[in-house]
C-alpha cells in the first residue's frame, strides 16, 4: 500500500502514535506535504460521513481528530512559509459552542505564514471574548470565526453582528467553516469568507490592504 493510503487508513483508525511516522514516510516517499494534508482532510471527511451513517461515534471522531493534528504538526514546517512582512494582528477562535479546532488550526497556521501575528483564542469562543481580544492586543486588523456546526451558525451571526456595532473599528471579519458558504457570510455581516485555510490566507491579505 502506498503511504499516503496508510497514512488515510491509520487516521481514519485514529492511530495517534502511527499517523506521524507514516507521515514522515509519505514524505520520504516523495509526496508533497499539500496533498497529504489533503488527504487528510478527506479522510476526516470519510470518517465524519460514517458518523453520519451511525457506524463510528464521537470517541472515533475524536481519536481521528487527534491522529489528524499529530500528522498536521509533521507538515507544518513545510507548509508554512517565513514571513518577513508584519500585516497586523488577527484573532482567530472558534465560535460559542462549537469545539471543532483542526480547520481554525490550519487557517491560523496559513494566516500566521502570510504575515499575520495570531491571536488564537481556541474554541467555544463567545462574542465577548472576540471584542475582549481586539481591546487586549495591538493592532487587531481581522478576526477570523470558524464554525463547524449548523447549530453554531446563529453564534457566528452573533458574533459578527457585535463586532460591527460594538464601536471598535479598524478591522475586517473573515468567517468561514463547512457550513459557512459566501451567502451567508454576506447575509450576516462578514466582510470576507473562504472555503479553506489556502484561500482564507488569501482573501484575509486583501481585506487588510482594503483598511484605510
Ligand atoms: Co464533529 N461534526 N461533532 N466532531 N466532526 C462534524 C462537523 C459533522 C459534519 C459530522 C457529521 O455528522 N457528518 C457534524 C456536523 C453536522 C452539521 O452541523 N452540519 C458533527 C457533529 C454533529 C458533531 C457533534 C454534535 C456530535 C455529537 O456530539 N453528537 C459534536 C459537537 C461538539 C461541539 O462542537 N459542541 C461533534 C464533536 C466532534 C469531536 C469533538 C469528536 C471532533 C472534533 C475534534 C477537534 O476538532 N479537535 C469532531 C470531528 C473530528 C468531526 C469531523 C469528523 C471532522 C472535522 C474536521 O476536523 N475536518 C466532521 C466531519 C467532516 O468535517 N466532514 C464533524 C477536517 C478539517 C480540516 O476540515 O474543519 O471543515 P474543516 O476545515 C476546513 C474548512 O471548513 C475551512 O478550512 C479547512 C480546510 O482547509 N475552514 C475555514 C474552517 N474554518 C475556517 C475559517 C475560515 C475560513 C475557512 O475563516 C475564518
Redesign the pocket.
Known amino acids: 500500500m502506498a503511504k499516503i493510503e496508510e497514512v488515510k487508513a491509520k487516521l481514519e483508525a485514529g492511530k495517534a502514535k502511527l499517523v506521524p511516522g507514516l507521515v514522515q514516510e509519505a514524505l520520504d516517499e516523495g509526496n508533497a506535504a499539500q496533498d497529504i494534508l489533503q488527504a487528510m482532510?478527506d479522510s476526516?471527511?470519510v470518517?465524519?460521513?460514517k458518523?453520519?451513517a451511525g457506524e463510528v461515534f464521537?470517541p472515533e471522531?475524536?481519536m481521528?481528530?487527534k491522529a489528524?493534528?499529530k500528522g498536521v504538526d509533521v507538515l507544518k514546517p513545510l507548509l508554512t512559509g517565513t514571513s518577513t512582512s508584519s500585516l497586523g494582528t488577527c484573532v482567530?477562535g472558534t465560535v460559542q459552542?462549537?469545539?471543532?479546532?483542526?480547520?481554525?488550526n490550519?487557517?491560523a497556521m496559513m494566516l500566521e505564514s502570510t504575515g499575520f501575528e495570531m491571536v488564537d483564542l481556541g474554541v467555544?469562543v463567545s462574542t465577548e471574548t472576540f471584542v475582549n481580544a481586539i481591546k487586549e492586543n495591538k493592532n487587531v486588523v481581522l478576526v477570523?470565526?470558524?464554525?463547524?456546526?449548523?447549530?453554531?451558525i446563529p453564534a457566528m451571526k452573533e458574533t459578527v453582528k457585535t463586532l460591527k456595532t460594538c464601536g471598535l473599528t479598524g478591522f475586517k471579519v473573515?468567517?468561514?467553516?463547512?457550513?459557512v458558504t459566501q451567502e451567508m457570510a454576506d447575509e450576516i455581516g462578514a466582510d470576507g469568507?473562504?472555503?479553506?485555510?489556502?484561500s482564507?490566507a488569501v482573501k484575509a491579505k486583501e481585506l487588510v490592504s482594503a483598511i484605510a
Open positions: 482532510i476526516m471527511g470518517v465524519g460521513d458518523f453520519s464521537v471522531m475524536l481521528a481528530a489528524m493534528s482567530i459552542g462549537d469545539l471543532h479546532d483542526i480547520g481554525k490550519l487557517v467555544d477570523a470565526c470558524s464554525g463547524l456546526l449548523t447549530t453554531t473573515i468567517v468561514g467553516g463547512a457550513p469568507y473562504a472555503s479553506d485555510a489556502g482564507a
